[in-house]
């Protein structure tokens, strides 16, 4: 690590995480514990939740699998890390005046990963989570008397109305005044607020893109003074190395979808086929961050507006939703399919929406109704019809990315992977086009078998299930035979009358 500046450069520093228990938080606390074994306190915010405390929390976080490496080699390191109890909801951070001071007097670094990353937020709560609490970060920022890097986590998505994004901001209309907008959820009920909704998104696809757009138009209007850096990542997915390549642990952004497939519950898709799939792996979102931070306190006096960063793999580095189903099919049926599933898998693409309609009655609902009936027959619980509607729910949130692709410069990008020593291209390493998609997917379907789902791994496990997936492959081909057979049984008939 002495040789790597990026570690250098956090050795002594003490940082202020908001978002440090979702996904990509906890990741940038193990890296920093991994890496940078010299950082000076890492300040957590965090809030007291489903009944446990922010320390119980935190105890909870260190105990999971992707802390197994620091817990195991430098358990020591885990004391560096301090739950600073607060809400981006509260006012002022709902920090009390110990711990604001604690931060404003110590921090030198401020990541600002806290926001609500669900598609159908309701405007009022994501304006508040995203912009509002943005807000008071800024605020914040600007008492802390050692802040020398500030890094917003917005993404890639935030213009998603344009096809072709630069690192640049772009402006929003008047009627997007993000401190006016705020002032509206003082005395706007939400019933108004949702019926404005649709004027407000435009040709935006929800609540998350829209205001992350407007916490950007926020920041560059009103926090320039600040020493800021602006991270874009596109869809993160599993890590492709660190902690291990294929590690997951949530549903959210392509995971739940890959799951749904691999179990043979979905089978139809709205999108095309032939566009671009652009997901990014964790830590290559992690490293890349880290740089942000670093090349910050380096950049902030030779530019004059805050510099932005795409984290993204579409244009570098393609590979479309048609070569990530074939890989994913071939993945699920034959080498490591999942240990319960539905039905064998299989999956397709429709952008016409009659078409679209028809397969999901042929292949969700039907098969449905069928598999409910079956089980209140045998006095079991019926499921189907329920877990589908849950998958065409999540579906539609999905819907808006497999029909399109985006162009995204990386000018910055690359500039910054340029700044980095060799030691650091390989310790803090983000470059796409050193990923192989054929070996990264895969890992990530195992990921999800063994890190969401925790299904049993053992060799026994997985030949049963793929001789699962022979029967149900069987099966499917005597069901096809019969279908054929009494088509064929009432078709022939008509034929020959019409012959003669």
């Known amino acids: 690590m002495d040789d790597s500046q990026v570690s250098q450069f956090y050795a002594g520093k003490n940082i202020f995480l908001t978002g440090g228990t979702g996904f990509l938080g906890k990741c940038i606390i193990e890296k920093i514990l991994r890496s940078c074994p010299d950082v000076g306190t890492i300040y957590m915010m965090c809030r007291a939740k489903r009944g446990k405390s922010p320390e119980e929390r935190m105890t909870d976080l260190f105990g999971q699998l992707l802390f197994d490496f620091v817990r195991t080699n430098h358990p020591e390191r885990l004391a560096k890390v301090v739950p600073v109890i607060g809400d981006v909801l509260d006012l002022k951070l709902g920090l009390s005046a110990e711990h604001e001071a604690l931060v404003t ?51 890639a998505y935030a213009n998603c109305n344009l096809l072709n994004i630069e690192e640049v901001y772009y402006p929003m209309g008047k009627e997007y005044d993000p401190i006016k907008l705020m002032d509206l959820l003082d005395w706007m009920d939400e019933d108004c607020l949702l019926a404005m909704t649709e004027t407000l998104l435009r040709d935006r696809p929800n609540t998350y893109c829209l205001t992350k757009a407007i916490t950007e138009a926020y920041l560059f209007q009103h926090a320039m003074d600040l020493p800021l850096g602006i991270f874009r990542p596109s869809i993160i997915g599993a890590a492709w190395n660190e902690p291990a390549p294929g590690w997951i642990d949530n549903l959210n952004g392509p995971s739940g979808l890959f799951i749904a497939i691999g179990k043979g519950v979905m089978r139809i898709l ?24 670093w090349y910050t306190t380096i950049v902030k006096t030779k530019v004059d507006v805050p510099l932005i960063y795409h984290c993204t793999s579409g244009t570098k580095k393609p590979y479309t939703w048609l070569q990530l189903g074939t890989l994913m099919l071939d993945f699920f049926q034959n080498k490591m399919p999942y240990n319960e599933v539905f039905r064998r898998p299989n999956v397709n693409f429709a952008t016409n929406k009659t078409e679209l309609a028809f397969w999901k009655i042929v292949s969700h609902w039907i098969p449905a109704y069928l598999a409910d009936g079956v089980a209140k027959v045998m006095g079991k619980r019926a499921r189907m019809l329920r877990a589908y509607e849950k998958v065409h729910k999540a579906s539609l949130t999905f819907t808006f990315f497999t029909k399109r692709e985006w162009t995204w410069t990386g000018g910055n990008c690359d500039m910054l992977m340029d700044k980095l020593s060799e030691v650091d291209r390989k310790l803090y390493d983000f470059d796409v086009n050193n990923i192989i998609w054929e070996e990264y997917y895969p890992n990530y379907f195992k990921g999800t078998k063994q890190y969401i789902l925790k299904e049993d791994m053992s060799q026994s496990k997985l030949n049963e299930a793929i001789q699962n997936q022979a029967k149900y492959r069987n099966m499917t081909f005597v069901v096809l035979f019969i279908f054929m057979a009494f088509v064929g049984y009432f078709l022939y008939p008509a034929l020959l009358a019409l012959t003669n």
Not at 108 to 126: G, L, M, P, Q
């Open 105 to 155: 007097e110590n921090a030198n670094v401020i990541i600002h990963s806290a926001a609500t990353i669900r598609f159908d937020e309701h405007i009022k709560d994501a304006l508040r989570l995203n912009v509002g609490g943005t807000m008071k970060m800024v605020a914040l920022a600007r008492k802390t008397k050692n802040l020398i890097s500030f890094v917003h986590v917005s993404t």
């Open 270 to 293: 709205e999108g095309d086929v032939n566009k671009v799939a652009d997901i990014i792996p964790i830590d290559y979102c992690v490293n890349m961050l880290l740089c942000i931070g």
